[in-house]
């Protein structure tokens, strides 16, 4: 039986066997799921297939979120993206847009893949969809990439928390960057420790982000930190790629965002009674007609 309950033990499952982090996952969906690679791999690719769609159809046919607050953001990247005038490389500028989009799904009330959460769920197909673009990289590549990243959410899932009600945004969107950052590493032919370096990174750098949205919507500033989530896990997968060591282990690190994130005010935890929420402006916008 393939498990693991932790980093350490996930890594030692990867030298054990000579695998990389997403063949783990996929043995362990096959062993706990009783069901077939076969079986297994086709599932992933309904999850690339959805993550696709909403990543790309808000380039062509933007919607309005139910809360009136986000709509058309994509479009407007990739218009400015395509001027040649974007000041950000091609895949971060390709990534940031297509987490736009996918938020902008989501709080239009289409179908999204939830990586972790719906709050966060532009982060993972932002990165990886843009990687696969700038190096002409297979569907079966990113599908590897996906169970890597579905290994560091299962992690956060058992050992902390991917709730901002409980964890506030470190928990979604920093372990959805967490995710994104480590499928990013192993995509482009990093080793199963650099990959959970690369994860250990983003939540150290993304410690204590708050859950603050206005009026209680996962829309703003849930969209624009998605892209700051893309980012974050771009510069965290180059930084393990180059062989720069991340001092504190995933493991450690996971348990240190659980704990600064039960130590958040509830106020800052999806509450939507302090920060952005609390601000005149973000007041206003709770009154907003919806047009």
Same mark, same amino acid.
């Given at each position: ?87 950000? /490389?091609?895949?971060?500028? $390709?990534?940031? #847009?297509? !987490?736009? +989009? @996918? ?6 009330? =289409? *179908? ?40 560091? /959410?299962?992690?956060?899932? $058992?050992?902390? #928390?991917? !709730?901002? +009600? @409980? ?6 969107? =920093? *372990? ?53 989530? @893309? ?61």
């Amino acid at each position: 039986m393939t498990d693991f309950k932790n980093a350490a033990e996930l890594l030692e499952l990867c030298r054990q066997h000579d695998w990389q982090i997403s063949h783990v996952m996929k043995q362990r969906e096959c062993d706990l799921g009783e069901v077939t690679m076969d079986q297994v791999l086709a599932r992933m690719a309904r999850v690339l297939e959805i993550m696709k769609e909403a990543a790309f159809t808000p380039l062509k046919t933007p919607a309005r979120s139910m809360g009136g607050l986000i709509g058309g953001e994509a479009r407007q990247l990739r218009l400015h993206l395509d001027s040649g005038q974007h000041i950000c /490389g091609a895949v971060l500028s $390709r990534g940031i #847009t297509y !987490a736009c +989009a @996918v938020l902008e799904v989501n709080t239009s009330m =289409g *179908v999204i893949v939830a990586a972790p959460t719906a709050g966060s769920s532009g982060v993972v197909p932002g990165l990886l969809l843009s990687l696969q673009e700038e190096y002409r990289l297979s569907d079966s590549q990113v599908m590897d990439a996906l169970f890597n990243a579905g290994a560091i /959410g299962y992690l956060a899932m $058992r050992n902390a #928390t991917v !709730a901002g +009600a @409980v964890g506030g945004c470190q928990a979604e969107v =920093g *372990v959805a960057a967490a995710m994104a950052a480590s499928a990013a590493v192993e995509l482009m032919g990093g080793a199963p420790a650099q990959c959970l370096d690369a994860a250990s990174t983003v939540l150290m750098n993304m410690l204590g982000l708050v859950c603050d949205p206005i009026g209680g919507l996962v829309e703003y500033p849930c969209q624009s930190r998605n892209t700051a989530g @893309v980012a974050t896990a771009l510069t965290a997968a180059e930084m393990a790629l180059s062989g720069v060591p991340q001092l504190i282990p995933f493991d450690e690190m996971l348990h240190t965002m659980y704990q600064v994130g039960r130590r958040i005010p509830y106020e800052l935890r999806e509450t939507a009674l302090g920060g952005c929420a609390a601000t005149p402006s973000g007041c206003r916008l709770c009154h907003k007609e919806i047009t």
